[in-house]
């Protein structure tokens, strides 16, 4: 069967109590999932129009179970506060369909999806291959999500939503470690500002990549070790002028190994000798076994050259 909320001539929409939708609730106005205490399983289609939202600020528990799709068209998403989501065997589509601010995440499948998770929050079981999670910042708040020690098998990505804010995003992990691995993404946005940091030790085996663009750099902080290990690790950072680079800052010691991966951004061109410490750590061993992008098209500088310090790795333009 179908739920359909509709616009209409005014009046709030809203559902209460437990809902199990194995059909489709189109969502087309505004609409509030009222459930206190309640669970709303998806076990069917939620499609949500354009410039609206399923909002669900009161709700106990929110499963995306098998066969479930939560479709936002455009800008449209499923906004959650509170109580928890479960992303299971279902999946979602869209730009950004599902924004979850201060509550319980926990992975139980393998479903292809989108999420954004905000706030004072927590994270159970691991993104896998096909899944992205967002850690995002608002102008309003900053994020920290506490975790377990974690394997990320998707993208896993630290940035701002998209409202020009700058506060900070934190992973939590009590001293744990994050895996990021092989096949796997950890993206660090620069977007609009604030910190990023991972309370924890970092061993990447996939790619990770530390991003910039002209209007400024943005340095990872993990305050425990950091590792490249696997066959084949990638460690990408991008260079968009002299100030506005990608760096990694590590509390402990560094380990480096893999591929070092330059990104480019036009029209900044280095002048000889100039340097880009990219990252820090308190002892660094190890080197990339291949650097790749490093050559400067057109320029004095050919190439950045990295230079390995006992507690540093810094990129060097020489001609």
Not at 66 to 93: M, V
Not at 310 to 319: G, V
């Amino acid at each position: 069967g179908s739920l359909t909320s509709e616009p209409g001539k005014g009046g709030g929409r809203s559902v209460e109590g437990n809902l199990t939708n194995t059909g489709t609730l189109a969502v087309n106005t505004n609409t509030e999932y009222n459930g206190a205490g309640a669970t709303l399983t998806n076990e069917g289609t939620i499609v949500i129009a354009n410039e609206k939202a399923l909002t669900a600020p009161a709700a106990d528990k929110v499963i995306n179970a098998a066969a479930g799709n939560i479709e936002g068209l455009g800008s449209g998403k499923l906004s959650q506060r509170t109580g928890s989501f479960e992303q299971a065997a279902g999946k979602t589509t869209g730009t950004l369909p599902v924004v979850l601010d201060d509550l319980a995440l926990s992975y139980a499948g393998t479903g292809a999806s989108t999420i954004a998770l905000r706030g004072t929050s927590t994270l159970s079981g691991r993104p896998s291959a096909g899944q992205t999670l967002s850690l995002q910042s608002t102008s309003s708040e900053n994020t920290s999500v506490s975790a377990a020690s974690f394997t990320n098998g998707g993208k896993l990505v630290l940035t701002n939503a998209a409202d020009g804010d700058a506060n900070s995003v934190a992973l939590a992990l009590a001293g744990g470690t994050l895996t990021n691995a092989k096949g796997a993404k950890l993206l660090v946005e620069h977007a609009n500002g604030g910190s990023r940091t991972i309370e924890g030790s970092l061993v990447n085996e996939g790619t990770g990549a530390v991003t910039a663009t002209a209007a400024g750099g943005q340095t990872l902080r993990v305050t425990g070790s950091f590792k490249q290990a696997g066959k084949k690790p990638i460690l990408e950072t991008t260079v968009a002028g002299a100030s506005a680079f990608g760096a990694l800052q590590v509390t402990g010691a560094a380990t480096l190994a893999g591929e070092l991966k330059l990104v480019q951004v036009k029209p900044f061109v280095p002048t000889v000798g100039e340097k880009f410490v990219i990252l820090t750590g308190s002892a660094v061993s190890g080197t990339f076994k291949k650097v790749k992008g490093n050559k400067i098209k057109k320029a004095p500088a050919k190439l950045y050259a990295p230079i390995y310090g006992a507690s540093s790795l810094t990129l060097e333009a020489q001609a």
